[in-house]
């Protein structure tokens, strides 16, 4: 009777370790699939950098309007 709960014992170490590695292998797939992401998140930031800048420019050119608005009040 105590060999037959030593074998069971057993069994469940296989298990549990062939579970452990099924874990450590969907964990890898995880962290290779969360690595894409960062990388194309990487991507649009730098594609995205590289545009115009539009509403700095608009900001810019307004506030040029606006000083050469209060400068020409003042003559």
Not at 23 to 49: M, P
């Amino acid at each position: 009777m105590d060999m037959g709960s030593g074998n069971n014992i057993e069994v469940n170490e296989y298990e549990i370790l062939n579970q452990l590695i099924d874990d450590v292998n969907q964990n890898q797939e995880n962290i290779q699939k969360l690595q894409n992401a960062i990388n194309h998140l990487e991507q649009t930031i730098t594609s995205a950098k590289k545009q115009v800048p539009w509403f700095d420019i608009l900001v810019i050119m307004a506030s040029i309007v606006v000083f050469i608005a209060a400068i020409s009040n003042k003559f």
